[in-house]
């Protein structure tokens, strides 16, 4: 059984940075496309950013430059690099490895 566990989220002040964490546990990341998802308070869940097993990335526009995926195969985990943050950029953001879903970290920019 597939399961993910992100970590990382909190409090930031515009402009400041943080690192999201997935660690998937029951499988390797390597083998999936591992995507996070961002959903704010009255809003539909977004893409965000994805990375495939050839290490190819893509992002949504909103957060392109400012934001990196990546996955270290040694520690089973995929990272989102967050910096130049904004207000815009708060929600609960999620981990995906094609239809397996984490539970979710809060990410507020606020100051």
């Known amino acids: 059984q597939v399961q993910l566990v992100e970590s990382g989220g909190g409090l930031v002040q515009p402009g400041g940075s943080l690192q999201l964490s997935c660690v998937m546990s029951?499988?390797?990341?390597?083998?999936?496309?591992m995507a996070w998802y961002r959903q704010a308070p009255g809003k539909q869940r977004e893409f965000v950013a994805v990375?495939?097993?050839?290490?190819?990335?893509k992002y949504a526009d909103s957060v392109k430059g400012r934001f990196t995926i990546s996955r270290d195969y040694a520690k089973n985990t995929v990272y989102l690099q967050m910096n130049s943050l904004k207000p815009e950029d708060t929600a609960v953001y999620y981990c995906?490895?094609?239809?397996?879903w984490g539970q979710g970290t809060q990410v507020t920019v606020s100051s």
């Open positions: 029951g499988s390797r990341v390597g083998i999936y496309t």
């Open positions: 995906n490895a094609e239809g397996y």
């Open positions: 990375i495939i097993s050839s290490g190819m990335t």
